[in-house]
């Protein structure tokens, strides 16, 4: 059968940014953090701690070229930053291993951890990432030191990647699934299926019955919110909460899970896909005074 | 449609009956302790007739039924699944074990009020989960425990003096730990009375159920989960005899006077295992086509008594006093029970794929069944034992076998749109037609 | 008498078929992406075939509708089964064929099949897709390659690494780690394959593998997975030229017969 | 050092045909350490446990429904793919429902000339446990007997339980050096070393035992030891997974399962009536979760004391997938973890492990513990 090209609605935005107000050739320390994904690839500058450039990219399928891609495109518009000019660079994520110009490899674990207490703050004592592929409970101190975490395993209902495969089937952009499933009257049952395969058979039986979209929206992002409540319970919640990845981005399912929490996670201050990157970038800068002394 | 046969049908007298001592039976342990009585918990396995023998104010809450109680609703038992789940235990345990443990865990009686905490666990298991089940709620509970480990084989198929020693030894041990919690003492009068209760019950539903290898069946499946229930939950109380006896009479003058429990009957099926206890719907969806499902090895045998043959043929065991057994001591009563109980075919699930394939297809025989429909209950590991075993023995007699996957106690593992998309298919296979 | 022409539909989850009899004989094939509206898809396809036998619908005798959608088709007389479609469509083909492997874009089925063409067991992949054509396509799509030439792929591969992902999403996120282990395409291709036959396999054997076996549905197109499931059977599947139309055949088939 | 238990574990099939082939004698493949091999050693069998393989089967779906373990899943696969019908006989030792399947499939589809089920009781620690365990030895002990036309003597027995015993001190000698800062073995070492012993003949064993008890003392190894681990579960053969873990800056110093420590921790206390001096051995033994069912929770003390005497910093605690009696346990083990200060981590373990999503999970944990090595 001919493949038919069809527009991919599940791909997240690419984007970078440079902070206006920080000239990094005043600073002591830049570092820079490499989170390749399964997804999407994330490369952060900081200037003595602080975020100074950043760059969200789509994974390709070779992670090296993902990660210079990212770390290139994170330093376009850096009035004249280059590579040789940061002192210290930490691979994370699924390619950690892979990233050329990182000196260290640490796990986005870790990573998200102290990206989240970089980003929410030192009140921040559990952390909800939902990724591509995986989602991830993590308790963490007031220092963002992991401890304690739980990813889920064996199916991937209640990852990024299952609300990917819903916004291509209702072909609607990632960037506004959540939002319309906002737009309901009521809130509908939960789709029943677990796998992210059945559950889009079953949408798209819903669909035929003549459910609206955002109806349809609905009913996944809440059995989307039950699954990553299940394991936010098992990890146990303590507050603040914090929400980190792709789907932080996505309130339709952010909000029902704050529901079923019944805890409002804080409100995020930057990108939240980049709290890995940020994570490594601080480590980045440690680790670089370390051997500095 | 005109031209298929209709039978003569008419609901079951006893019904109401059925409900009220049901209903009873949750009441009763639930204020056993305001009235001064004693409650206590365990399997259904559990030889009841020991506590009973404790007076006429003992109530029990049996763990099985208790949690297909929950099952019954789904709301309910979600809370209870995820009370467990969020402290860190796996969904795939054992799902009675599962709802009871969730109900306790949010202090929740499903018949109301918060969860009656039993002055004594006593089990008898095995399977690997009966004995570690109460092991755990008696931590919790802070209560005194108990368990006869009655995992020996199955008497009906080989028999050695020292297995049933050893489960009389720890019957009689159980009688010191009930004295000793209770500060109570054992009525020997009183047990022997409730051996012979015991033993009555489920010869008598042993019977009730062989009255279904009739044709039109006088009773169906989803009816039958009802009502053998009572032989799971207070067995060797008289009012449990005495509606046995009742049931037993009706089924009969159904049987007789040509009553069936699908007018339509036109296919016999069998079943296996716990059923999804939030579908029975299912089993009314196979009526459509005509199908009754007559029972299985489970639903016959779960407490069911029966004499098993060497050719395996299955034959209701006439109860002790039938027997001409006589009981003068505790000891007499207690092996008594315990070689009864032994008896039950639902060890053969538990034991060894070849022998429960044996029973089906016997079962399948007597009971004339066109086609099995085996339910593989993520549930239950031990009534899943070799099931799949099962499958091919029942096929290779010719027998066509449908398979689908459910949870007796956990809704989300059943897929009812694709379990009825199978039975959909399965009956085409079959040739069947829905009837209207 | 003239001979009857008859039609069958076949909604799937991901298109419609309809194969258009003329007696015993094909002379029409449309097919069409199942889209939200059904009905329409339906009328797509059926139209492609109309024009293909270069006839008018009201030319039809009797249309038998099948697949999951089947009780969406327009103008069918009545229905059967997808497992019934197979069986039917299978032994016409060629009546030595005793088992069929059916794998639609998110159900597998093995059915075994009697010398009259009744299915008479049949297994179907229970809660989760893994081995279904979903997997494959989540796969290639990682791979950044198109389906065809990802299924190609696998062809060159000489050795077979395990998969050990259950879940088409996470042996995506394994092919992912494979990418980043370098490992070569043509080999991640092979394993991917290998671990859709080998579960397509396992369940087939619950009704018992006897030859001749016949594969149908769209993932027959897909020689990558037809030569892991070869491998694993140790036999040599029959692939029919029209593989994804056979349910719809068999639907055909049961409308001509009923004509009769 | 380890290479002949390595090469024992790696060829248990061949080592097997061939010492039938030597000897001339029997082999036993038996399931769960709780049959009682001084017995088997006294009537000149052998007794081979049943292993998986760790390789995908797609024969196994139609003999298993989906819910069952993938250890008594890779069992059955073997058995179909006849990689034990060089097997004699085949005995259990009731355990878990999961094994009893993987008995009965053996019993239906390949029986050998002597098929054996023992009901090996529950309720280990009921006093009455005792003279219902002998009684069933002495059952079996007739029917081994009418199996291998040789009388079962005091003094074979007496040969059975010295072999055995032997094996276990022997093999508790090594472990003691797991004990020390820097173990001169690794868990993956260790695994080889008490998988072979299930394997091969026990008196080949101990004589490698003996050499390696030699050698070891003074092994010098030039691999840190890093974080000290302990793992936890039912049958952990899973080398790669531990290869895995180990290549992380760590050490397995203790472990608690049956392909480990459990099966050969306490030995045969000498007594006039050898079979309830065996009795009570397979009794007292740390017992699996299916046998630890009173509010006493030995198990849990057991492990809890193992992993103090090994100054354990965390616990890798692995479960068979869908086993009901590790399920149970786990989570209130894991507090006794961690209440002792011990962080866990927990995985479930299938026919085969996705290593790259364990590495990132494992990789974590052990950041986790060595969090200070971190700039914060």
């Given at each position: ?9 599940w ?104 990206g ?13 990432d939902?990724?591509?592929?995986d ?30 495969v ?13 939002q319309?499933s ?5 809130e ?13 058979t079953?949408?798209t ?10 109806k349809?929206?609905?009913a ?25 990845g792709?789907i ?14 019944d805890?409002k996670?804080?409100?995020p ?14 480590f ?10 | 449609?005109?031209?298929i046969?209709?039978y ?28 001064g009585?004693?409650c ?36 309910f038992?979600?809370?209870?699944e ?34 009656p905490k ?41 028999e ?30 009183r ?18 159920t ?9 009773l169906?499946?989803k ?13 060797a109380?008289?009012?449990f ?5 009742e ?8 049987v ?51 004499d ?12 002790l ?14 092996r008594?029970?315990a ?53 091919a ?15 007796m ?9 694709r ?18 | ?11 799937g ?19 069409a ?58 032994i ?10 059916d ?7 093995g ?9 008479v ?5 229970e809660k ?5 054509g979903?997997?494959t396509e ?31 999403v ?17 080999d ?43 491998i ?20 055909a ?6 004509q009769? | ?10 060829n ?9 082939a ?17 017995i088997?050693y006294?009537a000149?069998?052998l ?21 069952y ?5 890779d ?11 060089y ?15 993987v ?6 589809h ?21 003279p ?15 199996w ?19 094996n ?16 001169p073995?690794?868990g993956?070492?260790c ?42 579960g ?10 895995m873990v ?8 203790a ?24 009795a ?23 492990v ?32 006794r973890f ?6 866990t ?5 299938d ?5 790259g ?5 494992i ?9 200070d090595?971190?700039?914060?």
């Amino acid at each position: 059968m001919a493949e038919e090209e069809k527009k991919e609605y599940w791909r997240w935005l690419e984007s970078r940014w440079t902070s206006p107000d920080i000239d990094w050739k005043k600073g002591k320390v830049i570092s820079a953090g490499v989170d390749v994904g399964s997804v999407s690839t994330q490369a952060v500058i900081m200037v003595d701690g602080q975020l100074y450039a950043f760059a969200n990219m789509r994974t390709g399928s070779d992670s090296p070229n993902s990660a210079q891609n990212a770390f290139n495109r994170a330093l376009e518009d850096t009035n004249g930053l280059t590579e040789k000019d940061v002192h210290y660079c930490v691979g994370t994520g699924y390619g950690r291993v892979n990233v050329p110009m990182a000196q260290k490899a640490i796990t986005e674990i870790a990573c998200h951890a102290r990206g989240a207490n970089f980003m929410y703050g030192p009140t921040v004592r559990t952390v909800l990432d939902m990724g591509g592929q995986d989602c991830k409970a993590i308790r963490i101190d007031e220092k963002g030191k992991v401890e304690s975490f739980l990813m889920n395993d064996k199916c991937a209902a209640g990852t990024g990647r299952g609300m990917e495969v819903f916004s291509d089937l209702l072909t609607i952009s990632i960037n506004d699934v959540g939002q319309m499933s906002m737009e309901v009257e009521e809130e509908p049952e939960p789709v029943s299926s677990t796998c992210v395969i059945f559950a889009k058979t079953e949408a798209t039986g819903l669909l035929r019955a003549g459910w609206p979209k955002n109806k349809v929206l609905a009913a996944y992002c809440r059995a989307m919110a039950g699954r990553v409540n299940e394991l936010l319970q098992r990890v146990g919640v303590v507050k603040d909460f914090a929400i980190t990845g792709g789907i932080a981005k996505n309130i339709g399912v952010v909000s029902r899970v704050e529901k079923l929490l019944d805890m409002k996670a804080l409100p995020p201050k930057y990108d939240t896909q980049l709290a890995g990157a940020v994570g490594a970038a601080l480590f980045a800068k440690g680790l670089y005074e370390k051997i500095k002394k | 449609m005109s031209d298929i046969k209709r039978y003569k049908t008419e609901p079951l007298k006893c019904w109401g009956k059925a409900k009220e001592l049901r209903a009873n039976y949750y009441k009763e342990y639930k204020e056993a302790k305001s009235k001064g009585g004693i409650c206590w918990s365990g399997g259904a396995e559990a030889i009841d007739v020991i506590p009973y023998a404790f007076g006429d104010d003992v109530h029990s809450l049996t763990a099985e039924p208790y949690a297909a109680a929950i099952a019954f609703d789904p709301e309910f038992a979600h809370r209870c699944e995820s009370a467990l789940e969020s402290k860190g235990w796996a969904r795939d345990m054992c799902a009675y074990m599962r709802n009871y443990w969730g109900s306790v865990l949010i202090d929740e009686y499903a018949f109301g009020g918060p969860f009656p905490k039993p002055d004594f666990n006593l089990q008898s298991g095995f399977c690997c989960t009966h004995a570690k089940w109460f092991q755990v709620l008696s931590l919790w509970e802070d209560v005194p425990y108990f368990n006869i480990d009655i995992a020996t084989i199955p008497f009906w198929k080989e028999e050695f003096p020292n297995r049933l020693q050893y489960i009389v030894d720890q019957m009689h041990e159980s009688i010191e730990f009930i004295e000793k919690v209770t500060g109570r003492e054992c009525d020997d009068e009183r047990l022997i009375e409730g051996v012979y209760n015991d033993s009555r019950t489920t010869s008598l539903w042993a019977k009730i159920t062989e009255l279904n290898q009739n044709t039109p069946a006088p009773l169906d499946e989803k009816s039958m989960y009802s009502l053998y229930v009572f032989t799971t939950l207070d067995r060797a109380r008289k009012e449990f005899v005495d509606f046995y006896e009742e049931l037993y009479a009706e089924t009969k003058d159904r049987v007789d006077r040509g009553i069936a429990a699908l007018a339509t009957e036109r296919f016999r099926l069998m079943s296996d295992s716990q059923p999804p206890w939030a579908f029975l719907r299912v089993w009314r969806y196979l009526e459509q086509f005509g199908v009754v499902s007559t029972g299985s090895i489970y639903t016959i045998g779960l407490e069911g008594v029966w004499d098993i043959a060497d050719d395996w043929s299955l034959t209701p065991r006439e109860d002790l006093k039938s027997r001409g057994v006589e009981l003068k001591t505790r000891d007499d009563a207690l092996r008594a029970m315990a070689d009864w109980h032994m008896r039950r075919p639902i060890y053969a699930m538990f034991y060894n794929a070849d022998w429960k394939s044996k029973l089906m297809m016997q079962y399948a025989k007597q009971w004339n069944c066109d086609a099995a429909m085996l339910h593989l209950n993520r549930g239950c590991e031990g009534t899943s034992l070799g099931i799949m075993e099962n499958r091919a023995a029942l096929i290779k007699t010719g027998l066509p076998v449908l398979t689908y996957e459910g949870n007796m106690g956990d809704d989300r593992d059943f897929d009812e749109g694709r379990t009825i998309a199978r039975i959909d298919t399965f009956m085409e296979g079959l040739g069947l037609k829905k009837l209207t | 008498m003239i001979t009857a022409i008859t039609a069958g539909i076949d909604l799937g989850a991901k298109t419609v078929k309809v194969v258009i009899l003329k007696g015993k004989e094909v002379i029409g094939r449309g097919i069409a992406t199942t889209g939200l509206d059904q009905k329409k898809s339906a009328e797509k396809a059926f139209d492609a075939a109309l024009k293909e036998a270069k006839i008018d619908l009201k030319d039809l005798d009797r249309v038998v509708a099948t697949g999951v959608g089947r009780t969406e088709a327009p103008n069918a007389n009545s229905q059967i089964t997808e497992v019934g479609a197979d069986a039917k469509g299978a032994i016409f083909l060629n009546p030595a064929i005793r088992t069929v492997i059916d794998i639609g874009g998110e159900e597998g089925r093995g059915i075994k099949i009697s010398p009259e063409g009744r299915a008479v067991d049949f297994a179907i992949n229970e809660k989760c897709a893994a081995g279904a054509g979903a997997f494959t396509e989540a796969m290639a799509r990682a791979l950044e390659r198109p389906l065809k030439e990802f299924a190609e792929l696998a062809l060159k591969s000489t050795k077979s690494i395990p998969m050990n992902a259950q879940c088409a999403v996470f042996a995506e996120s394994e092919v992912v780690s494979l990418i980043h282990a370098k490992t070569p395409h043509e080999d991640i291709s092979r394993a991917v394959h290998d671990s859709i036959a080998d579960r397509i396999i396992s369940m087939v054997r619950r009704v018992g593998i006897e030859k001749e076996v016949l594969l149908i549905g769209g993932v027959a197109h897909n020689v990558g997975f037809v030569n892991s499931l070869n491998i694993g059977l140790k036999l040599e599947v029959i692939v029919p030229e029209y593989p994804e139309f056979i349910g719809a055949l068999g639907a055909a088939l049961v409308a001509a017969e009923q004509q009769e | 050092m380890f290479t002949q238990f390595k090469d024992w574990y790696q060829n248990r099939h061949d080592y097997a045909k061939d010492w039938k082939a030597r000897t001339g004698g029997k082999v036993m493949a038996y399931m769960c350490t709780y049959v009682p091999e001084e017995i088997l050693y006294a009537a000149d069998v052998l007794p081979v446990r049943v292993y998986g393989s760790h390789e995908a089967s797609d024969l196994t779906e139609q003999h298993i429904f989906g819910m069952y373990c993938p250890f008594c899943r890779d069992c059955v696969a073997q058995v179909m793919e006849g990689r034990y019908d060089y097997a004699d006989g085949v005995m259990i030792a009731q355990a878990c429902l999961h094994m009893r399947q993987v008995y009965s499939s053996w019993e239906i589809h390949k029986p050998t000339e002597f098929m054996y089920y023992m009901p090996f009781p529950i309720a280990v620690e009921s006093p009455h446990a005792r003279p219902h365990l002998v009684a069933e030895y002495k059952t079996f002990i007739e029917a081994v007997e009418k199996w291998t036309g040789k009388k079962i003597t005091i003094d074979d027995l007496d040969r059975g339980i010295e072999i055995l015993n032997k094996n276990r001190e022997l093999m508790r000698k090594v472990y003691e050096l797991r004990l020390l800062d820097n173990p001169p073995l690794t868990g993956v070492e260790c695994m080889h070393m008490t998988s072979s012993s299930q394997m091969v003949d026990k008196r080949e064993h101990n004589q490698a035992l003996e050499k390696l008890l030699k050698e070891l003392p003074s092994r010098k190894t030039d691999r840190e030891t890093g974080i000290r681990l302990m793992i936890v579960g039912s049958e952990c053969d899973d080398i790669e997974f531990m290869d895995m873990v180990e290549s992380l800056n760590s050490t397995f110093v203790a472990d608690d399962h049956c392909t480990g420590s459990r099966a050969f921790w306490n030995s045969v206390e000498p007594e006039e009536d050898r079979l309830l001096a065996i009795a009570k051995r397979y009794l007292e033994r740390p017992p699996c979760p299916t046998k630890d069912t009173t509010k006493n929770f030995v198990r849990f003390h057991h492990v809890m004391q193992m992993a103090e005497e090994a100054k354990v910093e965390g616990a890798v605690i692995i479960q068979q997938k869908f086993c009901d009696p590790h399920e149970i346990d786990i989570p209130l083990l894991r507090q006794r973890f961690e209440d002792k200060g011990i962080r866990t981590y927990f995985l479930e373990l299938d026919v085969t492990v996705p290593i790259g999503q364990f590495k990132i999970r494992i990789e974590a944990f052990l950041e986790m513990l060595r969090a200070d090595e971190l700039p914060f």
